[in-house]
């Protein structure tokens, strides 16, 4: 519309009888259809588009769509050029509307029309002129761009306090891609699934285009993408630092947001989903007429074949249709009421994920959308497990986060999810939405407070250091409750979302301005330190100080009891130069910098962490299935668990409650509760962590009897290079230097 009197010209009648707007309409009319598709009767399950060869050998799909409360749904198939042919579904079982069309075959590019009230005052949506994506949209095919016509409303309608409210007619099909039909014939005979127990986890947190972008062994065409991870190159990299699962950024299908692409930026981690069943098109090499979701496949069977799990980060709580000013891409359309929360005047969105909308996990269906979803990518996709994000969001009832919630219970029961691995994200941004400690016995969690205490801990911040014997020894004082292990916490010091580990120790404050937003955007409590200048420099004690204390916090991480997770390129030094929320840094600053194993530093950083994984990978003691006691079991007074002071002597309850530098933490390997295999008790060696974050030198008298005759040095973060052989030995009761800022790990004996 050129001016606001053109758009008053078409609109008609403006109020209601109780002076509120009425739905209006712009006036645009959507072209018709250049051809209409005869429909026979289909099947109201299962929802989606499935290819199948009826009774009468005719080759078809069926289509089938739940759209409580639509008035009429109509398909639209998509020829190579792009030209439209409709079929109105008449047949309409419990909300679904399904209809078989002969002739369509896999590849097929489709969507809805869906027909309906146009009320937003009372949360009604509907509008046939934006084609829709299908819900259970197995592949989409092109990009999603946001012009105008995408929106349900007209975006510059002159009295934007109420545009959301006037219908824009305009189609919608040139801009939105479109789903395509996929043919499943894959029964996974040929995969074995490694199904690592969660105590001899080691998780590793990647982006499938961000880990091999800049690869140098993986060839140039496959490189960002499913077949890039699977390639040998990438996937000997994981096999060799050991990590057993692999923990995938986003990779359901996902829209950038409108203030991203008008900044020329875009959503590059992907927490913006549309499509929880079709893999992201962006990451295929092969084609996205079907064949990402073959590659998508094969991409897990060659993990698995290395002994790598793979577990799917999933955005359940929202999706990239914001709220009442966002555009109309799927659900929306459907059915607005039937799949997200509104407020009580129903026309604007209850928000508890911060990005505009929560989806409705209390309605029958938006929670079978959800466990459909899931049990697709475990049956039909191979994946091992779910990293849930906002997962209080899903265990939310009517408002409150309800642990009895109809998403757990369902999760509880269900035959295939309660066997895989869950892993919540246990907040969200609502009241009441912080939950770390609160799921049930199936689930593990993100440990923020564990991330928070080691931080703390290493820039000699913590009030005292109660807080970090927890979190170093299972965090028991969180889990141990219901039958909870000591994996039910996911230790981690970085994720995606913060500062790099290079960074962490490199940046006192968060560097954004690359986002666009004046740095006002990612935390302000990133409790780093930069060891004494502000990002690079040159000055060689600041980055040999560096240097060490990543040591410090990779070899922290790697030692605490729990499942510990890792972030891609933190074992080379990876460095976003000091931005904290660099979701929308699709670019160097965002991909792994494989270069750096080029520099002698960074190769022996990674050096260490291999063996510090190798080191946990053989010893149980260091991976353990239940907390510890902290009792004596024996008659020598020998316990599980010790924490010792400088003098060699045992802290008291006043120590804990005291500022402390330096922590010793005995763990022994005779005490390991259950049984191996075989039934046989599991023993190990038992060791010793000294643990010292002040800036100078300490003693630390090593215990005696019945702790140890002598002792071994394993791990000497003071030193640049780790001996691969026997370390230096030490007699108990001998007094020891502990170098400032260092962690040094023996073996007891």
């Known amino acids: 519309m050129s001016s606001a009197a053109e758009q008053e010209a078409v609109a008609g009648e403006r109020a209601t009888g109780d002076g509120r707007p009425a739905a209006v309409v712009n006036g645009v009319r959507p072209s018709p259809p250049v051809a209409t598709v005869p429909v026979r009767p289909g099947r109201p399950t299962p929802l989606g588009a499935r290819f199948r060869v009826g009774p009468d050998g005719v080759a078809g799909t069926n289509f089938a769509l739940w759209a409580g409360g639509a008035e009429g749904v109509e398909l639209c198939l998509f020829d190579e050029r792009g030209r439209e042919s409709r079929a109105r579904l008449t047949e309409l079982t419990h909300e679904i509307w399904h209809g078989f069309v002969p002739g369509v075959l896999p590849g097929q590019r489709y969507g809805f029309r869906v027909h309906g009230r146009w009320d937003p005052w009372t949360g009604a949506r509907w509008n046939p002129a934006k084609l829709l994506l299908d819900p259970y949209a197995r592949a989409v095919d092109g990009d999603f761009r946001l012009p105008p016509e995408v929106y349900g409303h007209v975006r510059d309608w002159p009295e934007q306090h109420v545009a959301d409210t006037v219908r824009d007619d305009r189609d919608s099909a040139p801009y939105v891609p479109k789903g395509v039909v996929v043919h499943d014939d894959d ?56 990590v057993t699962a692999v923990e995938l950024l986003p990779v359901h299908q996902f829209a950038h947001e409108d203030h991203l692409l008008r900044r020329g930026l875009s959503n590059y981690w992907g927490y913006n989903s549309i499509g929880y069943f079709a893999p992201h098109a962006g990451y295929a090499a092969s084609g996205t007429a079907g064949q990402q979701v073959g590659e998508f496949k094969r991409m897990v069977r060659a993990l698995h074949a290395a002994g790598i799990e793979v577990i799917l980060d999933v955005v359940y709580n929202h999706t990239a249709e914001a709220g009442e000013l966002g555009p109309t891409l799927s659900l929306k359309g459907v059915d607005n009421r039937g799949y997200y929360r509104l407020q009580p005047d129903a026309r604007r969105y209850a928000d508890y994920t911060g990005c505009g909308n929560t989806l409705h996990v209390v309605q029958p269906q938006v929670l079978r959308l959800i466990t459909d979803s899931l049990r697709y990518w475990v049956t039909e996709m191979g994946v091992d497990g779910f990293r849930f994000d906002l997962a209080a969001a899903l265990a939310r009832s009517m408002h409150d986060v309800d642990m009895l919630s109809p998403f757990l219970a369902v999760i509880a029961q269900d035959p295939v999810l309660r066997r895989v691995k869950l892993i919540a994200e246990p907040w969200d941004v609502g009241s009441g939405g912080y939950q770390v400690g609160a799921f049930p016995p199936l689930w593990t969690e993100w440990n923020d407070r564990y991330r928070d205490a080691v931080r703390d801990f290493w820039r000699h911040a913590l009030p005292d250091v109660r807080e970090m014997g927890y979190r170093l020894s299972g965090s028991s004082d969180l889990y141990a409750w219901g039958g909870r292990r ?12 913060g500062f790099t580990l290079r960074d962490l120790v490199s940046y006192d404050r968060k ?47 790697l030692l605490s009891t729990g499942v510990p997770m890792l972030v891609a390129g933190d074992e080379m030094g990876r460095t976003q130069r000091g931005n904290n929320n660099a979701y929308c840094q699709d670019n160097e600053s965002g991909w792994v910098d494989w270069g750096l194993l080029d520099d002698p530093e960074w190769r022996r950083l990674l050096e260490l962490t291999s063996r510090l994984i190798a080191l946990r990978h053989r010893h149980p003691v260091l991976r353990r299935r239940a907390f510890f006691s902290g009792r004596a079991h024996s008659a020598d007074g020998l316990r599980d668990l010790a924490w010792f002071t400088p003098h060699g002597t045992e802290m008291t309850e006043g120590d804990w409650y005291a500022p402390a530098a330096t922590l010793g933490m005995y763990l022994s390997g005779r005490d390991i509760p259950g049984r191996d295999e075989r039934g046989a008790q599991i023993l190990d060696d038992s060791f010793l962590a000294v643990l010292h974050a002040g800036e100078g030198p300490v003693e630390f008298e090593l215990p005696g009897a019945p702790w140890a005759e002598r002792y071994e040095v394993v791990v000497d973060t ?32």
Do not use: M
């Open 187 to 242: 029964d996974w005979a040929d995969d074995r699934r490694p199904k690592t127990p969660w105590a001899d986890s080691v998780i590793y947190e990647l982006h499938v285009k961000g880990f091999t972008r800049r690869h140098p062994g993986v060839p140039e065409e496959l490189r960002g993408t499913y077949a890039g991870l699977a390639h040998p190159a990438a996937v000997e990299h994981l096999v060799a630092l050991g």
């Open 511 to 557: 560097h954004n301005e690359a986002n666009g937003e004046g740095n006002r955007d990612g935390t302000d409590d990133n409790r780093a330190w930069n060891c004494g200048a502000e990002g690079e420099t040159d000055d060689p004690d600041v980055r040999a100080l560096r240097r060490r204390q990543l040591r410090n916090l990779l070899t922290t991480l």
């Open 718 to 749: 003071a030193r640049e290079e780790q001996d691969r052989a026997p370390g230096v030995e030490h007699r108990a009761g001998t007094r020891i230097t502990v170098p400032g800022r260092s962690v040094l790990l023996l073996r007891a004996g």
């Open 486 to 497: 000591p994996y039910a916490s996911v230790n981690y010091v970085t994720a995606h979302d």
